[in-house]
C-alpha cells in the first residue's frame, strides 16, 4: 500500500511517503518554504514527495496523519490542568496567580487557536484534493510514534523507549518497555510537568527563541560553573520523584529567573539548567532501566535533541548501548507513524535504519542549469571526494551540496559546510560571515575506523554518534589535532563516517587524513542564519554567493569563487 504520512504539524511539518514499510522520501517543509521549522501543513512536501515519486494522491492509499482529531487534542491538553496542584504547590500567591493566568487563559486561548487554524489547513486540503476522508487515520497517540521512531530506527530486539518533549496532546514524557515488537508503556508524565517547557523557559528568559534556540543554551553552559542560588531555583523546580518528575510554576516563577539573569551571568544561568535537565532525566532513566533489566536505552522527542543529556544517558551504569532517532522532534513522527503501520501485525524482524538521506536529489543537468543560470565559472572534476579532501588539506572552506537531503536537524555531508579543524578561530570568524550566534564548536566528521584516537567512552554510542546526536570525551590526540571541534569542556559531537553510510563523503575525510594524518574535518550545516539548511541547488548557490567565502562543491562541479580566511 502507498501511505503518505504526515507529521504533528505546528512545529517542522514534515511528510514521509512509504510503499509498504519501503520508505520512499521523507522531507520536512521548512526546506522546500525555506521558513525554519515551519508550521502549517505541508502542500509543498506532499506535492514533492509524489511527483519524484511519479504518483499523484489518486495512488495514495492511505492518509496518515500524526495529529488527533480537534476535539481529541483539545481536552487531552486541558484536561491534565484539572489535576495540577497550582495553588497548594506554588511558593507565594503572586506565583500560583500567574501560573494560573498562563496556562488557564493564555495557553489555553493561544493554543485553541492554534489548533482550530491547524484543523482548518487540514479540511482545506481534503476539500480541495477530493482526497476520500474514509482513506484517512488519524487516532494516534503523540509519544507512542516517538517510541515508534526510536525503537523501529534502532533495530534492537529489546530497548527501554523514553521520550520527553514540551507536549504532545497533553503528555511531556513516556516509558515503554519494547520487546519483540511488542510495546508495553510503563509510564507517563502529564503536562505542566514539562522538561522542554523548563528547558524552553531559560531560553527565552536568556534572550533567544525557545523551541528553537535551546541548542545555544547547551553549548553556553559549559563557560562557568552555575551559581548557586541558580541551581537552588532549579532544583526547587523540576524534581526527581523515583518513577517520575515533576515540573512546578515554571510560569508563575517566570520572573524570579528573569532577575536571575540579571544577577548572574548567562552562562551560570544557563549551566543550572543544564545540570538540573541532567539530573532530572538521568534519574529519570536510570530508575526505569532499573526497574526493567533493559540496557538497551532509545530516545526521541525534542529534549533529546540535547547532546549533552544524551552522553549523561549513555554513562548510566548498566546500559549497553543508546539511540536517539536522528529526527528527534516532531518532524520525526511521520517516519514513526509509517513504520507503526507498515509493520503492525506483521513478524517482528529487527531493521535499523541505515542512513537517513531520504529528501530530494539533484540530476548533473538540474545543478549545471543552475549553476550556469547564476553565471557562476563553474569546472567539472572527475574525482571529488579527492578533490575536495585535497582543498580541505590546503585550507580551504568546501560548501558541498550532493546527493540527497539528510531528513532531521543535522547536517550529515550531503548539505554541509566543511573545514579543517586546526583552526580554533574558525568558531568567531566563520560564524560572524555565516551571521550565527553559537556558544558550541562546530562538530566534526571522524572516520570511524579512527574513532578510537579521537573519542573516549565510544561503547555504547557508535550507532547515535553516526547522527550527530550524542558528545563524547575527547582524547588529548583528538584536542591537539582539531581544536576547532572541541568544546570548552572538552567534549566533541561527532558524525562517525564510514564507506557504507556515504561513500563520497567518507572519501572526502579519508583524502584529508592521507594528507595530514588527522582522521576529521569540522562540519557545520549549509545555511545562513535562521534559514533552514538548503535543499535545491538554487538553494545552496544562493548561500554561498551570500556568505562569499572558499568554495563550492555542487555535484560534479566546483566554484572556486571566494578566498578562505588564513588562520593567524
Excluded at 514521509?16 to 505541508?42: T, Y
Excluded at 571522524?446 to 567512552?457: I, K, N, S
Amino acid at each position: 500500500m502507498i501511505r503518505l504520512c504526515i507529521s504533528e504539524i505546528d512545529n517542522d511539518a514534515s511528510v514521509a511517503l512509504f510503499d509498504d514499510d519501503r520508505l520512499l522520501s521523507a522531507i520536512s517543509e521548512e526546506r522546500l518554504s525555506r521558513r525554519k521549522l515551519h508550521a502549517g501543513f505541508p502542500y509543498r512536501s506532499i506535492d514533492e514527495a509524489l511527483r519524484r515519486a511519479g504518483m499523484t494522491t489518486a495512488d495514495v492509499g492511505e492518509l496518515c496523519i500524526a495529529k488527533p482529531p480537534m476535539w481529541k487534542e483539545m481536552r487531552a491538553i486541558h484536561g491534565p490542568l484539572r489535576d495540577y496542584p497550582v495553588f497548594s504547590k506554588a511558593p507565594s500567591m503572586t506565583a500560583a496567580v500567574l501560573d494560573a493566568g498562563v496556562l488557564y487563559a493564555y495557553k489555553a486561548v493561544r493554543t485553541g487557536r492554534n489548533v482550530l487554524d491547524l484543523n482548518r489547513q487540514i479540511d482545506g486540503w481534503l476539500t480541495r484534493t477530493g482526497f476520500p476522508r474514509e482513506r484517512v487515520k488519524r487516532a494516534y497517540d503523540h509519544h507512542f510514534l516517538h517510541v515508534a521512531s526510536a525503537y523501529y530506527g534502532s533495530g534492537f530486539e529489546d530497548a527501554l523507549a523514553i521520550t520527553a518533549d514540551g507536549q504532545g496532546a497533553g503528555v511531556t514524557a513516556t516509558v515503554y518497555a519494547c520487546r519483540r515488537g511488542k510495546f508495553t508503556r510503563l509510564h507517563e508524565v502529564k503536562w505542566p510537568h514539562s522538561m522542554g517547557s523548563f528547558y524552553a523557559a531559560v531560553t527565552k528568559a536568556l534572550g533567544f527563541r525557545p523551541n528553537r534556540h535551546e541548542g545555544k543554551i547547551t553549548g553556553l553552559a559549559s563557560y562557568e560553573p552555575p551559581a548557586d542560588e541558580c541551581l537552588a531555583f532549579c532544583r526547587s523546580i523540576a524534581r526527581s520523584e523515583g518513577s517520575t518528575f515533576t515540573v512546578q510554576s515554571i510560569y508563575g516563577r517566570y520572573p524570579e529567573l528573569v532577575r536571575l539573569t540579571k544577577k548572574y551571568t548567562p552562562a551560570q544561568v544557563a549551566a543550572a539548567f543544564q545540570i538540573v535537565l541532567e539530573e532530572v532525566l538521568r534519574n529519570f532513566a536510570r530508575y526505569w532501566i532499573e526497574q526493567t533489566g533493559l540496557t538497551r536505552v532509545v530516545m526521541a522527542g525534542g529534549v533529546f535533541a540535547n547532546v549533552k543529556l544524551n552522553q549523561r544517558i549513555k554513562d548510566i551504569p548498566g546500559v549497553e548501548e543508546i539511540f536517539v532517532f536522528p529526527a528527534m522532534a516532531d518532524n520525526g513522527l511521520c517516519w514513526g507513524l509509517g513504520m507503526f503501520e507498515a509493520r503492525r501485525g506483521a513478524a517482528f524482524e529487527p531493521r535499523p535504519i541505515h542512513d537517513v538521506y531520504w529528501g530530494p536529489d539533484y540530476s548533473s543537468d538540474q545543478i549545471e542549469s543552475a549553476l550556469t543560470a547564476a553565471g557562476l565559472p563553474y569546472r567539472r572534476v572527475p574525482d571529488v571526494p579527492a578533490a575536495v579532501g585535497d582543498l580541505l588539506a590546503d585550507g580551504h572552506i568546501v560548501w558541498r551540496f550532493d546527493g540527497a537531503m539528510e531528513f532531521g536537524p543535522r547536517a550529515l555531508g550531503n548539505r554541509s559546510i566543511l573545514y579543517q579543524g586546526r583552526d580554533k578561530t574558525v568558531n568567531d570568524w566563520l560564524n560572524k560571515i555565516l551571521r550565527r550566534t553559537e556558544f558550541m564548536p562546530f562538530a566534526p566528521v571522524t572516520l570511524a575506523e579512527e574513532a578510537q584516537r579521537c573519542y573516549v567512552g565510544l561503547d555504547g554510542g557508535r550507532r547515535a554518534a553516526q547522527y550527530m546526536t550524542v558528545t563524547f570525551d575527547c582524547t588529548p590526540e583528538m584536542r591537539a589535532w582539531s581544536p576547532a571541534a572541541v568544546h570548552v569542556d572538552g567534549t566533541a559531537r561527532p558524525q562517525l563516517i564510514d564507506p557504507s553510510l556515504n561513500a563520497a563523503y567518507y572519501g572526502i575525510v579519508k583524502r584529508y587524513y592521507e594528507r595530514t594524518g588527522i582522521p576529521s574535518v569540522i562540519n557545520t550545516s549549509y545555511n545562513m542564519h535562521e534559514e533552514p539548511i538548503v535543499c535545491s541547488p538554487e538553494d545552496g548557490i544562493r548561500a554561498y554567493v551570500e556568505g562569499k567565502v572558499g568554495v563550492l562543491s555542487m555535484g560534479s562541479y566546483l566554484v572556486s569563487l571566494y578566498d578562505t580566511p588564513r588562520p593567524t
